[in-house]
């Protein structure tokens, strides 16, 4: 079962920001929050992840609870190539460890 | 530097038939795994390896066989294909540091089973 809980779909205006929500109420304290998007027919590309404090690069910020039971991916000026299914994971590094992705939100921009 | 490669892009099989996809990683990555996703769903994991001679299963195992003997390749085999495994299949590559993992995808292979 996956271990996060994400909107099937959202929409957003152009050029608006775009804030797309995660649940992961059991995280565990060494878990990381990681986000990829599908962009239609293409192979998942990495985002963004956090552990604790708010994390920002040069494609979104990445926003953590204090309890870290959930957390929010913001794409500042969303444009119509953010048109994807963005996928929120939960995970740390084991060597028996399964990666769920889950069905992620697809996003639908909106000119 | 190329990143995650897939060949072939494309395929159409008989039932029964066998096929070998072939994922390879200019990366010099630990770890590698295979995807399928099917239409509307998202990615689940059929095996991974953690390194080079080493594989495990993982979500949606049955039906393949894979392999690791060179650390940049990882190949998945259909022994006996069959029309349930039509899908997209996605192979990946991660970077780890201490707990932290980013996973580089290759652009997929459609196969279809008729």
């Known amino acids: 079962d996956a271990k996060t809980t994400q909107p099937p779909s959202m929409d957003c205006a152009e050029g608006r920001a775009a804030n797309l929500p995660c649940n992961h109420s059991?995280?565990?304290?060494?878990?990381?929050v990681y986000w990829y998007r599908q962009i239609h027919s293409q192979g998942p590309q990495y985002i963004i992840h956090g552990l604790k404090n708010n994390e920002t690069n040069e494609m979104a910020s990445l926003i953590i609870t204090e309890d870290r039971k959930s957390s929010t991916l913001i794409l500042p000026h969303a444009t119509l190539r953010d048109t994807a299914v963005y996928y929120c994971?939960?995970?740390?590094?084991?060597?028996?460890?399964?990666?769920?992705f889950g069905k992620g939100t697809r996003l639908h921009i909106l000119p | 530097n190329a990143g995650v490669t897939q060949t072939p892009k494309f395929r159409v099989l008989k039932t029964g038939q066998s096929m070998t996809l072939l994922c390879a990683q200019d990366m010099n990555h630990e770890y590698m795994y295979w995807y399928r996703q099917d239409p509307g769903m998202g990615l689940r994991l059929i095996h991974y390896?953690?390194?080079?001679?080493?594989?495990a299963k993982g979500e949606v195992p049955d039906g393949y066989n894979v392999s690791r003997l060179k650390k940049q390749n990882f190949l998945l085999g259909l022994e006996s294909a069959a029309p349930s495994q039509t899908s997209v299949y996605f192979c990946?590559?991660?970077?780890?540091?201490?707990?932290?993992?980013?996973?580089?995808f290759g652009p997929g292979t459609r196969l279809l089973v008729l």
């Open positions: 994971i939960v995970r740390v590094v084991h060597r028996d460890d399964k990666i769920i």
């Open positions: 990946a590559s991660s970077f780890v540091a201490g707990t932290q993992e980013t996973q580089y």
């Open positions: 059991t995280i565990s304290g060494n878990e990381y």
């Open positions: 390896s953690v390194g080079e001679g080493t594989t």
